[in-house]
């Protein structure tokens, strides 16, 4: 499978525990984004990566949350003390901007499934 | 402030029909827009997009047609298929070196064979 990967695809955590997810974007792709989904929502931006580095950051994306990009290729979103609140789908995507009649098509993984109780 | 919204939450069609869904968005700034469908429990799958240097853009079964006058957007599916029935969602990107995407709050489409 040659698309965006996200592990894990459910997770279960008690309020105040910290969590992290991993997204591994499609191979030549260089920018990789963040975007977190709740019920019945579109998904909302949280931060972009072009290559290791971390342009932008929402204002959604709180003191509690950060985002990693180590070697431009995998990246891992924690969440610290996590909050009901936090209760979402965090869906990983990227993109080439290799192509530039692609500019910008953003491939989705299947996203990860994050309940706090 | 940017916004992209739709006008209908739900639309149900028959099996073979063709099936419109709408979109209005209120940044002009925007010159990119992708439509994506989404499956329960699936991430977005891109479907089509176009540039706001164009009116019209054709794909397999689906048209996306822009109106930058109205700021208006909108999707056709030609011949519908049950396999077509998911959320629909319309995205900006309102340039700027970011590429991040704004969507729209969605549209259930259903299909009844």
């Known amino acids: 499978d040659t698309g965006v990967s996200q592990d894990p695809r459910h997770k279960i955590t008690k309020r105040g525990q910290n969590v992290t997810f991993r997204c591994d974007p499609i191979?030549?792709?260089?920018?990789l984004y963040w975007y977190r989904q709740t019920l019945g929502q579109g998904p909302e931006f949280l931060t972009y990566?072009?290559?290791?580095?971390?342009?932008?950051k929402s204002r959604l994306l709180s003191d509690r949350f950060s985002a990693e990009r180590p070697k431009g290729s995998f990246s891992t979103l924690e969440i610290q003390r996590t909050e009901q609140g936090d209760s979402a789908m965090y869906l990983c995507?990227?993109?080439?901007?290799?192509?530039?009649?692609?500019?910008?098509?953003?491939?989705f993984g299947a996203g990860t499934r994050l309940s706090v109780l | 402030g940017e916004s992209v919204g739709l006008h209908l939450p739900t639309l149900s069609v028959q099996e073979g029909d063709n099936s419109i869904i709408n979109c209005a968005y209120s940044?002009?700034?925007?010159?990119?827009f992708i439509w994506y469908k989404q499956e329960s429990g699936k991430g977005p799958q891109f479907i089509i997009d176009?540039?706001?240097?164009?009116d019209k853009r054709q794909g397999q079964r689906v048209t996306v047609l822009l109106n930058k006058t109205v700021k208006h957007l909108s999707l056709q599916i030609a011949a519908t298929q049950p396999g077509d029935s998911a959320v629909y969602f319309c995205?900006?990107?309102?340039?700027?070196?970011?590429?991040?995407?704004?969507f729209g709050k969605g549209t259930l489409l259903t299909v009844n064979p």
């Open positions: 995507a990227s993109s080439s901007s290799v192509n530039n009649l692609a500019k910008n098509i953003q491939y």
């Open positions: 191979s030549e792709h260089n920018r």
């Open positions: 990566f072009q290559n290791e580095a971390q342009l932008e």
């Open positions: 940044n002009s700034a925007s010159d990119y």
């Open positions: 176009i540039r706001s240097n164009m």
């Open positions: 995205a900006e990107n309102s340039g700027g070196s970011n590429y991040k995407l704004t």
